[in-house]
Nanobody, 120 residues
């Protein structure tokens, strides 16, 4: 079993900042990548940012230059620093981990989600 615990969501005014954190634990042999996805009401879940073990990152076009993803490989944590937030960033944010358990068994794990609301 793999567990992802997220923290850091909340309510913020437009132009403000929030930091989301995610910690992974459990039966993890190796990790390919960790990332953040979001889902707004009535919309599909979309990739926000993702970072590989080697440090390669990719971001949604809508967050480039505003969001930064960081990862601590030793602690199996990933952080999303979100700046210059706008109401379109309002969504439930989910942490994701793609990796392997013993014997080469691949898996993809999800956190429970944390609400981010940008509103004045």
């Amino acid at each position: 079993q793999v567990q992802l615990v997220e923290s850091g969501g909340g309510l913020v005014q437009p132009g403000g900042s929030l930091r989301l954190s995610c910690a992974a634990s459990g039966s993890i042999f190796s990790i390919d990548a960790m990332g953040w996805y979001r889902q707004a009401p009535g919309k599909q879940r979309e990739l926000v940012a993702r970072i590989t073990t080697g440090g390669r990152t990719n971001y949604a076009d809508s967050v480039k230059g505003r969001f930064t993803i960081l990862r601590n490989n030793a602690r199996n944590t990933v952080t999303l620093q979100m700046n210059s937030l706008n109401p379109e960033d309002t969504a439930i944010y989910y942490c994701n981990l793609d990796g392997f358990q013993r014997y080469g068994i691949s898996f993809s794990a999800w956190g429970q989600g944390t609400q981010v609301t940008v509103s004045s």
